[in-house]
């Protein structure tokens, strides 16, 4: 599995940590950024992420920043993106089996390492259940995406 991971500034440390962790355990990585601890823009990375994801250049996206909402926010703005804000491994695991939730949102200075470890293996673990109550609701979501559209001077 390839996993793309991109933080903030108030995430780095983690994802740099992380990034290491899994590739010790036989994950590959593509690491989009920062690359440093000098202020920047959780936009531009939940961005890039969300990009990454739509084409497909991993399977699942990993975005951390200071609470995980600034990412969440940013990177469900795109068409196709399930990013969903997990700090417990229930909802980790839950937000695939359900909602089949492709980016994990973590917030660093919210929780700490060793359970964002177990976060980040209970996300990248889960599977999709492809139940039909949960595919129907999958259908709903993508059709509000599909109704809703940007409306100029208005």
Aim: glycine content about 8%.
């Amino acid at each position: 599995m390839r996993v793309i991971l991109g933080s903030d500034h108030a995430g780095f440390p983690y994802k740099t940590i992380l990034a290491a962790t899994l590739q010790e355990a036989g994950y590959e990585v593509l690491d989009l950024g920062t690359h440093t601890v000098s202020p920047s823009d959780y936009p531009d990375h939940a961005a890039m992420v969300a990009e990454a994801i739509l084409n497909q250049e991993g399977d699942r996206g990993i975005l951390i920043c200071g609470s995980a909402v600034g990412v969440s926010i940013a990177a469900n703005k795109f068409k196709g993106i399930r990013a969903g804000v997990c700090h417990d491994t229930y909802s980790a695991h839950q937000s695939v089996e359900h909602d089949d939730v492709n980016i994990l949102c973590l917030g660093a200075r919210v929780i700490g390492l060793e359970l964002a470890k177990d976060i980040v293996f209970a996300f990248l673990k889960a599977e999709f259940s492809a139940e039909e109550r949960h595919v129907k609701r999958l259908a709903k979501i993508a059709a509000i995406e599909a109704s809703w559209t940007i409306k100029k001077d208005e």
